[in-house]
């Protein structure tokens, strides 16, 4: 027995190791080099632009933080800003990268005509001459001045997690959603015309897992041990991928709508780009921002099939696990309500006492909790039948789970249900004061199909 206690000590200090050497494994433990900035998955496609024949010489005075965010702080208050403060440099390099545009020095115009005055009165001063000798090069003018600015930073748009715990192990996970928009727009100088506005958002993903463990070695020692990671996606880099594709956007809408007809050279060259514009505003036509750049709406059919396990809670002991399945088909009444109809096989069995299978119908209304959103939670309830060898037996039921959309027609689905029995009797013996039922747990799929036009 001393052995065994022995041999168990070590073990979980094996396993107590080994997870502490799995998190300093992921530590960065050296110094890294500075490096080139990063680019977001616009900056290729703004580079890859169909040339134009000529540039247009854009002026950017102010294209600033408008949303007053403050970073959330989870002790007292925080002044640092939520959005990066120099977002009119972001904008002047997307419109750089795209070679379209020619921009000019309009932030900081006050500092350029101080040091060319600086240059005259210089030049003046050492030629000996009454006149400033050669005249500087006259200043570029904007035909467009670029306005807009960051316009919305909201946080928390989506949060979530999932976690378990079993005999001292336990996992978590969690998730934030927070979004910014970004608005652009072109004025010409010579009217003073807006001649384009777009607008572009985009979320930043936080993520945190965590796991923990311990075990209580004896009745005075505690093992435990922990390990875990957060992931932030990096603010300025949203802010640049919305800035670049609010560029792009600019360029692809004004060549649709002729604004710059006398630079392109050839408008061919911009056929496959304008394509796959439309089609990208036309799957964001479907969407429903609801607080998400994710929602998204289902169809209004579904047939899903789900594989389950089950376990009877009756009047005998030692109830075994076993496993069926059922299938089906639901319609959605609304937005949020649907209608299913399914038909399944369960198995009762009690070791060595009982085992008995079953056919079972249910009708169910559902109720999904975010139906705009890729995973959403979902409860039901209904009434069902379960045709068994000797007689039909009537009972209720409800139950829950999650739903995550992996494509716009199919979800895979994890559930619980617990049937609520009318007799006493789906054992074939009839004792106590309480009605046989019995739980499951199952994993499915869900195949979308039909309309998506539900009515709220």
Same mark, same amino acid.
């Given at each position: ?203 930043? $993903?936080?993520?945190?897992? #965590? %796991? ?6 004896? /009745?005075?020692? =505690?093992?435990? @041990?922990? *390990? ?108 949020? $309500?649907?209608?299913?109809? #399914? %038909? ?6 009690? /070791?060595?006492? =009982?085992?008995? @299978?079953? *056919? ?97």
């Amino acid at each position: 027995m001393k052995t065994y206690h022995q041999i168990k000590q070590a073990s979980l200090c094996l396993v107590s190791l080994f997870l502490v050497g799995c998190t300093l494994f992921s530590i960065p433990t050296e110094r890294e080099k500075s490096t080139m900035g990063e680019i977001t998955r616009y900056t290729p496609e703004i580079r890859n632009l169909p040339a134009p024949k000529d540039r247009i010489v854009v002026g950017v005075y102010k294209f600033r933080d408008q949303t007053g965010q403050y970073k959330a702080a989870e002790n007292g208050a925080s002044w640092s800003t939520a959005v990066p403060q120099g977002t009119t440099t972001i904008l002047l390099k997307a419109l750089e990268d795209s070679r379209w545009f020619k921009p000019i020095e309009r932030e900081n115009i006050g500092n350029l005509l101080n040091e060319r005055q600086i240059i005259r009165s210089t030049r003046k001063e050492y030629s000996g001459k009454e006149d400033d000798g050669p005249s500087l090069p006259p200043l570029l003018f904007a035909g467009i001045i670029l306005e807009g600015g960051v316009v919305s930073y909201d946080t928390n748009v989506m949060t979530g997690g999932v976690g378990a715990r079993y005999f001292g192990l336990g996992a978590s996970a969690q998730y934030r959603q927070d979004r910014i928009t970004v608005y652009l727009r072109a004025v010409s100088t010579s009217t003073g015309e807006i001649v384009k506005t777009v607008y572009t958002s985009k979320t930043i $993903l936080s993520t945190s897992v #965590n %796991g923990n463990f311990f075990r209580f070695i004896d /009745t005075e020692r =505690l093992l435990e @041990s922990d *390990i875990g990671f957060t992931q932030n996606e990096p603010v300025h880099l949203a802010v640049t991928e919305a800035i670049e594709k609010a560029v792009m956007s600019l360029i692809v809408e004004g060549v649709q709508d002729k604004l710059w007809d006398n630079k392109l050279k050839d408008p061919n060259d911009f056929n496959a780009v304008i394509a796959a514009y439309n089609s990208e505003k036309k799957v964001n036509a479907e969407r429903f921002a609801e607080g998400s750049a994710h929602a998204i709406q289902r169809p209004r059919n579904a047939i899903f099939g789900y594989g389950e396990a089950y376990q009877l809670k009756g009047d005998y002991t030692g109830s075994r696990t076993t496993f069926g399945g059922k299938i089906g088909y639901k319609r959605f009444l609304t937005d949020h $309500l649907n209608a299913e109809l #399914n %038909g399944g096989v369960v198995t009762m069995e009690n /070791t060595g006492i =009982l085992k008995r @299978s079953g *056919i079972t119908s249910e009708f169910n209304l559902e109720y999904l909790m975010m139906p705009r959103y890729k995973f959403s939670p979902f409860i039901y309830a209904g009434a069902g039948m379960m045709m068994l060898p000797d007689d039909v037996r009537y009972k209720a039921q409800l139950g829950g789970g999650l739903e995550y959309l992996m494509s716009r027609s199919l979800a895979v689905r994890l559930m619980t249900q617990y049937d609520l029995g009318f007799t006493d009797d789906w054992d074939a013996m009839a004792q106590g004061s309480r009605n046989d039922h019995g739980v499951r747990v199952g994993v499915g799929l869900n195949l979308y199909f039909g309309n998506k036009k539900i009515k709220k």
